[in-house]
Each structure stands twice: as structure tokens, then as C-alpha cells.
């Protein structure tokens, strides 16, 4: 097992990863201190892994709740249902709400939390190499809106993430990629060691060797919780950490949750950030043909969908929470590791990265 | 005009009080850091102040949204309602709302503010009585669940809070009497020279004698400061701010919310908390008396409805956010003025308690 720190004074809590962690309840039980709690899954991965958390949990009055499967029931309607079931089993302000599951799981869980009886522990056991690696570490919780992805929520911090590696053996291959999405984004933003080592280990990882695996999502974590130490609420720094999700959440919105997965629009997202940043002359042309070849080697998608014209675009990413008083924010890179957070990207340069990245090649 | 501070580090912020305010923007307009506003007020509220703080907000992109009124509408379903407008309206995360109306408005506004892209700036502009002197202060912001009150929320403290108090002049007496349950609250939980002073001003408060009213809610206000400055997150000690409220929610909840005004039910919960306080010995019954003649006084109901037998109570209230594992945590008085938050309370002075404050007399 590999054990880090997120380091956030009082918030501060434990990553473990490692395989068999679920069945290891002595792992996170500690870090439920009332005698309630509310598992919360989602109807994929209740058959597979519910029953091994609901065993851990005896001795406590134990719930749990299976939301549908899928982004596009991440909405206030059914987070509402998770008021309902805390409430009719009378959860008072010492539950711990147990989120198992992938990002959808873990962001909604995250923000019920949040909210409940205004604010409860929780606790992240992410099913999803997307959530082991990125958004089960943090805090950002959130619910989209029809306009807009993650529009509603809260920083709420867990106090602690246990990710079974176990689980991912499980995952449909198009979501282990999605995944890998996330991964790839770490060494770009801010570590080009890693960059190279997810190159050279890229067959492994498709393989899913559980050693490689576990390094990568160590190093994903080891990233994120040192970005996330220094700023928690997004106040700077913390914006490169979306890399790609601007463009990203675009296609999202646009083709409706769930025909995208969050990885695979975050994957094309960075390759036009990239392209965007190349233009600009930020960025040799070759580091985006580079990334092109990686994201293609994880079966990841490369180009936007052919209807989104640039028009599109700008009108989904006028809505997006990286808008500030008209000026579009976008993260761009000023070299492999060096990402930064800028306003200075041209409209018309946005508009040929866009142009240039609509299928069909 | 009064100024006085809530004083909570860098959230820290100023409450004005005074004639005329809604119509001295240089008041509250320089907390609005960006080019966006949303005025959320209620259709009651609307045609008599909304144009007065949309002219104070020239030169914005301001924006308005008007709720239907009451307490029934403080639910998620309105709150989505505010979602949409700001997404429709494109407001990015340096938008400001402002809440110009009652607890309802100033509750759903606070948690939109707190939920809207992870958190916005919001500012309160009380036309309420109760509004001006507890709900506008303090940042706790929530909406009911048709289960509970208050039961999904957020801690989120406005950026000013500014009191005209000419607005009450347009309010029904029997709001303005609800509102004076919460400053005979102030006296009873920490202020007993407070308490003796509305008992003596009783008949000028009643008669809304304007520089009298100010002077309640300014000693309101100055107690609740200091109780939200040394606990914020009710912790420990805030608590003490729900003397009357485990009771009252309990006859909200059940009568259906609307039916009672919030601070009638507050009225009638702190005279069965003093009742309860001297039943077990704290308190000299004559205490009990007097805060009953206070009440009707000021025509506030001083019995519970009916129909609520003791179990219906305690159902209510094992439902209540100051419920911990199964224990009732009760604010009780050890004196006028000296309130503590106690687990103490045996169920059968509670029944009793309950028993003796059932209508009719």
C-alpha cells in the first residue's frame, strides 16, 4: 500500500492506494466518529463492491443509496433524492456519507455532504481510475446545470480517499482510458519527468500491469495534493489543474452528459490547449503531435464533434466557471511541466485551434 | 446611522442600521467587486423597493429575480429557479446577489450564493424585522426539506448587511411582532439589561417608535456578533442562538411551513424552553410568567397548536439538526441572560413541558 498526505492544516487527510483496500475497513472506518453513515454507489458498481463496504461498516447504523449510473444524472434532482433517504433514516450532523463509486458518485456524495444539515464527513472510496487519480483528492464537489458542467457545489474536503486498485480490474477499457486522460494532464501541467514516464510506460499502462498502474495514480495524486496544498479554493494557482477542461466542458455540455466521457473530452480539450499554445508560440509544434500519439496509443479521442463550429464553442465556453468578466481564462503551457493560467490567448487564434481540431481529420 | 462589525478575520464585514439606507448605494455598492448583480427579492417586497436598489446599481449588468413569498417556497425546487436565471444571464464567479427581502430570501439567497460556482459574493439588504435583527447576520444559510427545516444549507457570510429600517414601516404587524420574538431572544440567552429594557420600552416597540426600534436591533445585532464571532460554524457556543428553536421548528415542520411565522414559533419554543428550565429546577417560576406576559404583549402566540401531542413533538424533533446521536440537545436557561446548551433535560419534563403548552389554555 502507498500512503499520502493532502496537507491542508485541520482539512488535512490521508490518500491510500493499494489493492484490497476495501476489504480493509481498519483503513477508513476510523475516520467515522458518529454512529451513522450512508454508503452512496451507483447502480454499476453496487453488484461489485456495495456488499464489501456495507460488511465493514457493522456495528454502526449503516445505509446506502444506489444512484442511476452516469454524468447525466449528476443533477440537483438527484442529489435531492439524497436529502430524502438522510433524512427518512434521520442521519443527524455526525454521519459520514461513504462515496463508492466514480466522479459522478464522488462529486454528488461530496456535495450532499456539503450541504446536509449544513456540512457532514465524507469519505471517497473511488471505484474509477478518473476518480483515483483526480477528482475523488481535493475537495471540488458539484452538480451540473442543463447550461453548465459543475455549476453548483462547494469545496468540501474528505477525510480520507481510499482507492482499491482492485476495482479498476472491473472498468470498461473506454473508461481505464478515460482516466488515463487525467494522468497524462499531471505530467503536462507540472511534471515532465512523469510525462516521460508515462510515454515510456504506455503499453504498460494499457495493459493495466497493477504495479505501473499504481505508480501512475501515486504520482497523479502526488501532483494533485501538492497543487491543491497551495491553493485549496481555487483563488491562483489551482486553475492549472484544468488543463483541457475548458474546451473540455464545451463538448460535454454540448453533445449532453454521458455521450463524452469527462476523460475523453478533457483528452481532445488538452491536445487543442496545446495546439492553442504551439500557435501562440508558446510550444514547439512537435510536443502537440507528441501528445496526439499518446492520447491515440490510450484509444483516446483526438478530434472535437464536427458540429461544434468555433461559434459553438465560444458560446459554451462563455458560460464556462473559467470566464471572468468577459475575458476567457484558459490554461495553456509554456513548455512540457509548465502550465499557466492566462487571458491572453487571441480570439482568432482560439478559433483556428478550434477550426483545426473538428472531425472528421 | 449605527455601524457595528462582525468580526471573523478576513470575513469579517459591517452591519449598517438606519432610516433611509436602500437609497444610499455608496453604502453597499463598493462590496460588489465585479460587473454582474442578481437582486433576488420577493414578488411582496418587489414593487415597493426593488427599482430604488436597481437604481443604486447603474452601470452593472444588474439583473433580478423575483420569488413567490414565504416560508413554503424556502426549497430546492426555488432555489434552481436562481440557478437558471444565472446561468441564462451568464454571471461568472466575481457576480454579486443581493437579497432584498426577509429570512427566506436572505436563507435561499446566502445558499445560492454558496453553491453557485463553488461560491459568490452575496450581500443582505434585510426589509424584515426578524431579517434585520438574526437571519441577515451570521452567514447561516439554508432551505428546507419537506422533512426538516433548514436541513440543506451552507455556512456563507455576506460581504454587508444593510438595514434600512424605514422598510419596516410596510410590514404587517404580525411579521414585525415575529421579529420581536428574536430580540427578546437576545435578551434571554445572554443580555439580561437587554431584557429588562424591551420589558420597559414594550409599549414604543409595539408602536414601532422609529430611534427605539433602531436601538433593539442594534443591541440584537451586537449580541449575535459576538456569539457568531467566537463560534462561526456553531461548534459549541452558537447553539446557545437556538433558545426556543428545537421546539419552534418542530411546530413549523408539522403545521406545514407558513402557517406559523417562523418567530411565532420561536415565541412560543422559548416560553416551553423556560418552562423546561424551571421544571427542572434553573429557573425561578416567576421567569416563566413574566416572558408570557411579554409575548402577549406583543401578540406573539404563546401555545402550542393542539393537535401536537408529546410524541408528536419529540418525533418532530429527533428529526432535528440539534439532535446528536439520539440524545435531544435542548437551549436552556440557568437564568435570565445565562443559556446553555444541555443533553440534561429528562423526557418526562419534556412531555410535561410539551403537555402544559397545548392550545386551548
Request: hydrophobic content about 45%.
Amino acid at each position: 500500500m502507498r500512503t499520502l498526505d493532502v496537507d491542508l492544516g485541520e482539512r488535512s487527510y490521508p490518500i491510500h492506494i493499494g489493492a484490497g483496500l476495501l476489504r480493509q475497513p481498519e483503513l477508513w472506518r476510523p475516520h467515522i466518529r458518529g454512529h451513522q453513515a450512508l454508503v452512496v454507489t451507483s447502480s454499476v458498481v453496487a453488484p461489485l463492491y456495495l456488499d464489501t463496504v456495507m460488511a465493514g461498516l457493522e456495528g454502526l447504523q449503516a445505509d446506502s443509496v444506489v444512484l442511476p449510473d452516469g454524468e447525466a444524472h449528476k443533477t440537483l434532482e438527484q442529489l435531492s433524492t439524497l436529502f430524502d433517504h438522510l433524512l427518512e433514516r434521520r442521519h443527524n450532523r455526525t454521519t459520514t456519507l461513504l462515496a463508492l463509486g466514480g466522479g459522478v458518485v464522488g462529486d454528488m456524495t461530496g456535495f450532499a455532504a456539503a450541504a446536509y444539515q449544513r456540512g457532514v464527513a465524507f469519505i471517497q472510496l473511488p471505484t474509477t481510475l478518473l476518480a483515483q487519480v483526480d477528482s475523488s483528492v481535493g475537495g471540488k464537489t458539484a452538480v451540473n446545470h442543463a447550461l453548465g458542467k459543475n455549476m453548483i457545489g462547494a469545496f468540501h474536503q474528505p477525510r480520507c480517499v481510499v482507492a482499491d486498485t482492485d476495482t479498476l480490474s472491473t472498468l470498461p477499457p473506454r473508461e481505464f482510458a478515460a482516466g488515463l486522460a487525467e494522468v497524462i494532464k499531471y505530467g503536462l501541467i507540472g511534471d515532465a519527468a512523469f510525462y516521460d514516464w508515462i510515454e515510456a510506460h504506455c503499453k504498460a499502462l494499457s495493459d493495466q500491469r497493477p504495479e505501473v498502474v499504481a505508480e501512475a495514480i501515486e504520482r497523479s495524486c502526488h501532483n494533485k495534493a501538492i497543487v491543491v496544498a497551495s491553493d485549496e479554493r481555487e483563488a491562483g494557482r489551482r486553475a492549472v489543474l484544468n488543463l483541457g477542461h475548458t474546451f473540455g466542458h464545451a463538448i460535454e455540455t454540448d453533445t449532453g452528459y454521458g455521450e463524452w466521457l469527462h476523460g475523453e473530452a478533457v483528452a481532445t480539450g488538452m491536445l487543442m490547449a496545446l495546439d492553442l499554445s504551439a500557435r501562440m508560440g508558446w510550444l514547439a509544434a512537435a510536443e502537440v503531435a507528441r501528445l496526439r500519439r499518446l492520447l491515440e496509443a490510450f484509444g483516446l479521442p483526438v478530434r472535437a464533434p464536427e458540429h461544434m463550429t468555433a461559434e459553438r464553442f465560444l458560446e459554451r465556453m462563455a458560460l464556462d466557471k473559467k470566464v471572468v468578466d468577459g475575458q476567457l481564462r484558459l490554461v495553456l503551457l509554456q513548455g512540457i511541466g509548465e502550465a499557466v493560467l492566462t487571458t491572453e490567448a487571441p480570439l482568432d487564434l482560439v478559433r483556428a485551434t478550434i477550426a483545426a481540431h473538428r472531425a472528421p481529420a
